[in-house]
């Protein structure tokens, strides 16, 4: 896997801003993999998730920082589109939470637990996640490739 | 104080599970990394059953490392949310009498990414999980 970080694509990037929700796999001990369904936001052109930092996954990516996205649609809709991006995860601290993007997204995360996320980033309890980035595609095109 | 469970119970997991016609299948990548593809699944029996197309990358990794994580959501609303990882080692299905079974299952929404995509069927035992549902979170804010 490329190890330097490229910027996301624009295809790909477009894609995540409206599409959220993202699968967000990391390794267990063992080195078997695992995921996790979340929502992520875009900081600073770059994928976040804001997760507590005792959680798995933050032990997981601490102990190794290898990571895979899979951005999805949404789990009813017909039309089924996803992007990955491989890479890095790293740990974010001090940092405010992005603002959600999509509309959608804004309104049925409710604002309490909106605010109660931004008062557990301020207070520790919460971090963000960043990736950095070595490879994104669409999915479609990846399996067209091959 | 012990934390609050907000886990699936097995027969909620397999009610869950059952009605999903797609999942994420997360494989150790032979360079190294992680990749995640989407895949047709189902649930027979109390076993969890995924297909992948033998084009895709998540097939050739499972060749390799058979390790695999298939993670379920549905997210009607913030506290409607549910979600299962499933772990376990995939094996590939080939008894031709519970295959003929599974298909018709596997085809309620076919290959999610390429339409029309046929490919292999892998089980994975529904013993290794960790789930969750939002319903049963107390203090909803």
Known sequence: MPDSELPLPPDVLAFVRANPRTFLISRRKDGSPTGHPMLCLIGE???????????AKVQNFQRDPTVACLATTRYDDPSFKAAIVRGQARLREGLELPTRETPETSSWVSKGVSSRSKERLASGKRILLEILPSEAAMLTDVRRKR | MPRES????????????????????????????LWA????????DGTFYFRLPRE??????????DR?????????????????????????????????SLIPLLERGGDPVSAGAR??????????????????????V
């Not at chain 2, 599970?17 to 032979?30: F, P, Y």
Request: proline fraction near 2%; charge should be neutral; include cysteine.
């Open chain 1, 45 to 55: 052109g770059r994928i976040q998730f804001s997760t507590y930092r005792k959680s």
């Open chain 2, 119 to 140: 490919g292999d069927v892998y089980s994975l035992p529904l013993t290794d999980v960790a789930s969750f549902d939002f319903a049963k979170i107390k203090a909803k």
């Open chain 2, 68 to 100: 695999v994580c298939c993670i379920l959501e549905r997210a009607p609303a913030y506290y409607e949310i549910k979600g299962a990882s499933i772990h376990g080692k995939a094996s590939i299905v080939i008894n031709g009498m519970l295959l003929g």
């Open chain 2, 6 to 33: 907000i886990a699936l119970t097995h027969d909620e997991l397999v009610a869950f599970a059952s009605n999903e016609r797609w999942c994420v299948v997360a494989t150790n990548d032979e360079d190294g990394g």
């Open chain 2, 56 to 65: 895709t990358r998540a097939f050739a990794n499972i060749l390799k490392d």
């Open chain 2, 37 to 44: 593809d989407a895949a047709a699944c189902c649930v027979a």
